[in-house]
């Protein structure tokens, strides 16, 4: 049982690229949830999805799409990359109990440079 | 507004000694709320989820406690080891299933 893994670990982009952050999860949860983590500040969501076909967005979505067309994937694409988009990236992902999240379950997320 | 508030920013204790970390949060409907462990360069790790309705729940030397009329909830580390360094993030969720993180504490514990 791998849990939550995420790739790569490391990434460096130039301004105007784009790229795909992979997170994947073998414990058959609906909820997955994409976050950035940035110096001085709490975790930030990104998107999140409720079951494979259904996404939505969170505080901060700009500048990002994801898909959900299996339970176990959850790809995060940064469309065109540009500096503000530094931070490191975490996908969580947990059980939802009469619709509540429920303990949420974090890979070793990607840390990110855009230069 | 909803927000989650943690003090201290970080804390550095010795080996063996207790801690006590503090989180107050704004943040309704309340629905729960979480303490994470979470190692330099790794993702959290859940260590508690509590309810309105509990006072206290402990896991291993981590006992979290609540007052949901004082909306403050506190994590204190009993016993204090080496590998206990790490930043501790309070999280509440709310009705709504929105999730608000503190900005965390960051625990040095030095031998």
């Known amino acids: 049982n791998a849990g939550v893994t995420q790739t790569p670990k490391f990434q460096v982009l130039k301004t105007g690229q784009s790229m795909t952050l992979q997170c994947a999860q073998d414990?058959?949860?609906?909820?997955m949830s994409w976050y950035r983590q940035d110096p001085g500040m709490g975790l930030r969501l990104i998107h999140y999805?409720?079951?494979?076909?259904?996404?939505d967005q969170g505080e901060v979505p700009n500048g990002y799409n994801v898909s959900r067309s299996t339970t176990e994937d959850f790809p995060l694409r940064l469309l065109s990359a540009a500096p503000s988009q530094t931070s490191v990236y975490f996908c969580?992902?947990?059980?939802?109990?009469?619709?509540?999240?429920?303990?949420?379950?974090f890979g070793p997320g990607t840390r990110l440079t855009v230069t | 507004k909803n927000q989650v508030e943690q003090s201290p920013q970080s804390l550095i204790i010795l080996e063996g000694k207790n801690c006590t970390l503090q989180?107050?949060?704004?943040?309704?409907?309340?629905?729960?709320l979480r303490w994470y462990k979470q190692d330099t360069g790794r993702g959290p790790v859940s260590l508690t989820i509590m309810t309105f309705s509990e006072n206290t729940k402990s896991n291993g030397r981590y006992t979290a406690t609540l007052d949901a009329d004082t909306k403050q909830s506190s994590l204190h580390i009993t016993a204090s080891q080496l590998s206990d360094s790490a930043s501790y993030i309070c999280?509440?969720?709310?009705?709504?299933?929105?999730?608000?993180f503190g900005t965390g504490t960051r625990l040095t514990v030095i031998p």
């Open positions: 969580a992902s947990s059980y939802r109990t009469s619709g509540r999240v429920n303990e949420q379950y």
């Open positions: 414990m058959n949860h609906e909820y």
């Open positions: 989180c107050n949060y704004t943040v309704s409907p309340f629905s729960n």
């Open positions: 999280v509440a969720l709310t009705g709504a299933n929105n999730l608000f």
């Open positions: 999805s409720v079951g494979a076909g259904i996404t």
